[in-house]
Nanobody, 125 residues
Framework: VQLQASGGGSVQPGGSLRLSCAAS????????MGWFRQAPGKEREFVAS????????SYRDSVKGRFTISKDIAKDTASLQMNSLKSEDTAVYYC???????????????????WGQGTQVTVSS
C-alpha cells in the first residue's frame, strides 16, 4: 500500500491550504485515515483522523474549528482542509492509514500501518 500526499505549500497567517492523500496498491481494504505532523525540533503529533466510512472525525485541540478532515470512500482518499492557519501549524504533514478497529488508539502513531512521504506546510508572513 502506498499513500500519496499532495497540497502542501506556503501561506500567510490566516490563509488556507488543502491537503489530499490517496491510498493505492490494495483495492480490497478500506482504511481509517488521518494526518500527523512534525515541526522542527518537536515530536510528531496527531492532527486528525477519520474512519473508513468517512465518519467519526477526531482532531487535536489546537486545530478544532479550523481544520476539517473528510474522506472519499469510493476513492479511498482523505483530505484535510486547513483554514485560519497559524505560524504554529508550520510542519511536515504525514498522511496515515490503518486497517485496525477505529478506537481510542486512533491518536497514536503506532496504530497506523502505512505512512505517506510527508508534505511541507509553512505559515509565515
Amino acid at each position: 500500500v502506498q499513500l500519496q500526499a499532495s497540497g502542501g505549500g506556503s501561506v500567510q497567517p490566516g490563509g488556507s491550504l488543502r491537503l489530499s492523500c490517496a491510498a493505492s496498491g490494495d483495492t480490497y481494504s478500506a482504511f481509517n485515515m488521518g494526518w500527523f505532523r512534525q515541526a522542527p525540533g518537536k515530536e510528531r503529533e496527531f492532527v486528525a483522523s477519520i474512519s473508513w466510512r468517512g465518519t467519526d472525525p477526531s482532531y487535536r485541540d489546537s486545530v478544532k474549528g479550523r481544520f476539517t478532515i473528510s474522506k472519499d470512500i469510493a476513492k479511498d482518499t482523505a483530505s484535510l482542509q486547513m483554514n485560519s492557519l497559524k505560524s504554529e501549524d508550520t510542519a511536515v504533514y504525514y498522511c496515515v492509514a490503518a486497517r485496525g478497529p477505529y478506537g481510542t488508539n486512533r491518536y497514536t502513531s503506532g496504530y497506523y500501518d502505512y505512512w505517506g512521504q510527508g508534505t511541507q506546510v509553512t505559515v509565515s508572513s
